[in-house]
């Protein structure tokens, strides 16, 4: 560590005053290193987290290292699957695998919703008011575990309304929502 003296003139004379550079260069450079580090360890960590931000009904079910675990999945609602206890606010409904590659969502729902070869599984939600999105043909995203029964037990539920992948104006909407 270099020490260095400088002189200084003060009011009551002649002062030599030590300065160590050295010392606080390498704190400095250390604090730094040690937060460098840490969003570097932040962005890898958020990054394999967020890699896949749900995953298939075919992938849940195919693969074991998903039991138990707390996931998030995505598949199209069949819609005369759902029930709701308003009582004991227990929604039950099933839903069907979305394929992972397709051009059109809308499209893409609709297609796995009338898929009787399209892997199903069966979702439970408690404690919670039913949407009024939870309908035929919406995408749900849920976040839970698949309980040793095959049902799902979803703790999360987002919904997409079909209606808003529907491409065209109001009146394309309006006359597909009625057919």
């Known amino acids: ?18 300065v160590k550079r050295g010392g606080e260069r390498l704190k400095f450079m ?5 937060i460098l580090g840490a969003v570097a360890f932040l962005i890898v960590s958020g ?3 967020g890699a896949q931000y749900f995953i298939t009904v075919d992938d849940m079910l195919s693969n074991e290292r998903y039991a138990g675990e707390t996931v998030r ?19 039950d409904f099933t839903i069907a695998n979305i394929p992972s590659q ?4 809308a499209t893409a729902l609709r297609d796995a919703a009338t898929d009787p070869n399209a892997t199903r599984m069966p979702v439970r ?5 039913k949407p009024d999105l939870l309908q035929h043909e919406a995408q749900a995203i849920l976040t839970g575990s698949l309980g040793d029964d095959g ?4 703790t999360e539920l987002l919904l997409k309304c079909p209606s808003r992948f529907i491409e065209g104006g109001p009146e394309q909407v309006a006359a597909q929502a009625d057919a």
Not at 30 to 34: E, M, R, S, Y
Not at 102 to 105: G, K, R
């Open 1 to 18: 560590m270099a020490t260095q003296a400088s002189w200084e003139k003060g009011a009551s004379g002649t002062k030599i005053r030590a």
């Open 47 to 49: 990054t394999l987290a």
């Open 125 to 129: 939600v408690e404690g919670q008011v």
């Open 151 to 154: 049902v799902f037990y979803a």
């Open 73 to 91: 999945i995505s598949g199209v609602v069949l819609g005369d699957s759902i029930r709701y206890d308003s009582q004991n606010l227990v929604i």
């Open 102 to 105: 397709f051009d059109d969502l």
């Open 30 to 34: 250390i604090g730094g290193l040690l």
